[in-house]
């Protein structure tokens, strides 16, 4: 640096050149050098006329002199700077001498003992009346102690886990630690100085931008999760607090997190999916129509946990036809056009369409690329028109197999919004087509063994016969919801003196055993009563009997009616109904004037089976023709929903009720009125109405 050449003088003695300087200015430098003492700030003076450099105690001791060894040179001072600031302090001063401007700089100091103190140095240069620098006063400030805290403050945030930068009021970044870096992908020197909006340009409208200016307009801190796209392509949790200087901003990458929270609750998704399935298909057994129903719901509930759409497909066993009975999609808008395109796929995609190999061969399909797999093989029209308005991208195709039959698939599509179904997603996709197909396949393994139980039956239970005098119908009919075929049955049939005979049964028990045990019940009891004029108790006894003697182990409710008639009787118009009740629920009687009259007690007498030896007897009553008698079993008037009391007096207001149907409708619309739900138990019913004279 030039520097004016010193020249003799003492520390006692006035400035030269101090008569150079206007009044005015002498009284600044007056009131600075008492300002600066007060504040414990050390003050120089140098001449730049003179060279010489005048210091104060206080700036003595800052930079390790006494008075008897600072020599009052502009060398002393610089051989107190730290090697690696010298140069660019003292140029700082040559530019204010320069410029007849302000002297700014921070430096470090080495003392001779080798400490070392951070010095903050400001001045102004002076000129004469010519605009000649003559002086330059100033002032320098210990900062050590700001320093070390400052770089305290820097170590920890360079060690922190956690990303921190901070942004100026101008949006620059003004500090940026080392997990920062890492997190944004760019160095310190690409970072600092930098406008945050140039930088990240996504951030632009986008929620960053949004809470960071949020926080800087105003006093509270904001916290907020967003994500930015690549090349960082990642989620932050992130933290913005204003302060004087501008934004501190804390931010962690929470992509990882929020990808095992987004894993977790996908998880928990398809296990509620699973469960969802397992519950809709358990309602599944009954008629087709009810089966369609749960399908539809399977795939209502498979999207969009598994995929954007679906669509189910059956196969018909019998004749070999396929069709798609369900199909979903999670954007309302488009599900016409799921539905549209579920009912014209099949007729429309090759025979090598993954949906019908998973169906041929039983084998699960991915396909990585829809357009170019289907599409080619879509005619031109309305199956190709929806297809590139549903806009698939990717599919998984699993069969519906269980036992070793494919019954039907599940075809899943995503559209290239979403990423392909991952291996979970497909294990869960597996897991409800398995669920789904041996639902189908028990129910109609099910249908089968009931249709085949109910054949058996029908066959035991065979027409009634029509007597001249009387009209008799038959009814019987199985449950609705589960295989109890098997109990229930009624006979009627002439004896040899013409006397008509009706007779109710329920056998414990609702399976094919207790079908083949009421077979042998009902033709013993057809055995016993066709023998000759034998009363009602008298077959009920012998038949009681015969279940014991024959080790036949059933037990059964039953009620033997026997319609009787003497010439007296026909040429009076009445008749006699003799019966007798072995547990069964009691007959009603229909008279022509429209009451209903229950025959006998609630129960009757002890049950078929349980005692031999239990007394048996027949009870009569005289009535008129037109007159109608009906045996019934226990599943019309008892169930979950119904105590038999109660049940027994809806038959009877629902029987008085409908009396001036015929015989046949009747006894279809009271099955009808008990029963609107449909039947919980085997339903038998035989009545008989007897002809006017």
């Known amino acids: 640096m030039t520097v004016p050449e010193q020249r003799p003088g003492s520390s006692g003695e006035a400035p030269r050149s101090l008569s150079l300087l206007p009044d005015d200015a002498e009284v600044s430098r007056l009131r600075f050098e008492l300002a600066i003492d007060a504040a414990r700030i050390g003050s120089f003076d140098w001449d730049l006329v003179t060279g010489r450099l005048s210091w104060d105690e206080q700036l003595l001791a800052l930079f390790g002199y006494t008075e008897a060894d600072f020599d009052e040179t502009l060398d002393a001072f610089a051989a107190r700077l730290h090697p690696d600031d010298r140069d660019r302090t003292l140029q700082a001063l040559q530019d204010a001498v320069d410029t007849r401007g302000a002297y700014e700089a921070e430096f470090r100091v080495v003392l001779p003992s080798g400490d070392i103190r951070w010095v903050q140095g400001r001045g102004r240069a002076l000129a004469d009346s010519r605009g000649r620098p003559v002086r330059l006063l100033g002032a320098a400030l210990d900062t050590t102690r700001l320093r070390e805290g400052d770089a305290r403050v820097s170590r920890v945030l360079e060690t922190m886990r956690s990303a921190f930068f901070a942004l100026d009021r101008s949006w620059r970044f003004t500090y940026v630690n080392a997990e920062a870096e890492r997190v944004l992908h760019r160095t310190r020197d690409e970072l600092l100085g930098g406008v945050v909006w140039e930088l990240f340009p996504d951030a632009v409208g986008s929620a960053f931008e949004t809470h960071y200016r949020a926080a800087m307009e105003g006093t509270q801190e904001r916290v907020f999760e967003a994500y930015y796209p690549p090349p960082l392509d990642a989620w932050y949790e992130v933290r913005a607090w204003p302060g004087p200087d501008g934004l501190s901003v804390y931010f962690l990458d929470v992509t990882e997190r929020r990808a095992v929270e987004e894993r977790a609750r996908a998880g928990a998704a398809r296990l509620a999916l699973i469960a969802e399935v397992s519950a809709l298909m358990s309602s599944a057994l009954g008629s087709a129509a009810a089966e369609r129903a749960a399908l539809q719901r399977v795939a209502e509930a498979v999207v969009p946990v598994l995929g954007d759409w679906a669509i189910l497909t059956l196969a018909d066993g019998t004749d070999g036809r396929t069709q798609d009975v369900a199909s979903w999609h999670a954007d309302p808008a488009m599900r016409a056009a799921t539905a549209t395109y579920a009912a014209l796929r099949l007729a429309s995609v090759a025979p090598d369409a993954p949906v019908l190999r998973a169906l041929e061969s039983g084998r699960l399909f991915t396909v990585a690329d829809v357009p170019a797999v289907i599409r080619p093989t879509l005619p031109e029209g309305e199956v190709r028109d929806v297809f590139d308005a549903l806009a698939p991208r990717t599919a998984v195709t699993l069969p519906l197999l269980a036992r070793g039959r494919t019954l039907g698939a599940l075809s899943v599509y995503r ?6 179904a991952a291996a979970e997603d497909v294990a869960a996709a597996r897991e409800v087509a398995d669920r789904v197909a041996l639902a189908l396949d028990n129910a109609r393994l099910f249908d089968q063994q009931r249709r085949l139980a109910e054949a058996l039956q029908r066959s035991m239970l065979t027409a009634p016969p029509q007597p001249d005098d009387a009209e008799i119908v038959v009814r019987y009919q199985p449950a609705v919801q589960v295989a109890q075929v098997g109990g229930d049955w009624y006979d009627a049939f002439l004896q040899p003196d013409g006397s008509t005979v009706l007779v109710i049964g329920d056998v414990v028990g609702h399976d094919i055993e207790a079908a083949a045990a009421m077979g042998q019940l009902r033709g013993m009891l057809r055995g016993i009563a066709h023998r000759g004029d034998t009363p009602p ?33 026909r040429a009076a118009g009445t008749t006699t109904l003799r019966w007798s009740n072995a547990g069964h629920p009691p007959p009603l009687l229909l008279t022509p004037e429209g009451e209903v009259r229950t025959l006998g007690d609630d129960r009757g007498e002890l049950m078929l089976g349980v005692d031999p030896a239990a007394r048996r007897t027949s009870r009569a009553v005289e009535v008129r023709r037109g007159s109608t008698l009906l045996l019934y079993t226990d599943g019309l008037v008892e169930g979950r929903d119904l105590l038999l009391d109660e049940g027994t007096s809806l038959l009877g207001a629902a029987l008085a009720q409908l009396a001036d149907l015929p015989l046949e409708r009747l006894c279809d619309a009271l099955v009808t009125r008990l029963r609107p739900e449909g039947l919980q138990d085997d339903v038998a019913l035989v009545a008989i109405r007897l002809h006017p004279q």
């Open 537 to 569: 108790d008298a077959v009920l006894a012998e038949l009681d009997s015969a279940v014991d003697a024959l080790g036949l182990g059933t037990m059964a409710t039953a009620v033997v009616a026997r319609v009787e008639q003497t010439p007296e009787q």
């Open 415 to 420: 559209g290239a919004d979403r990423s392909p």
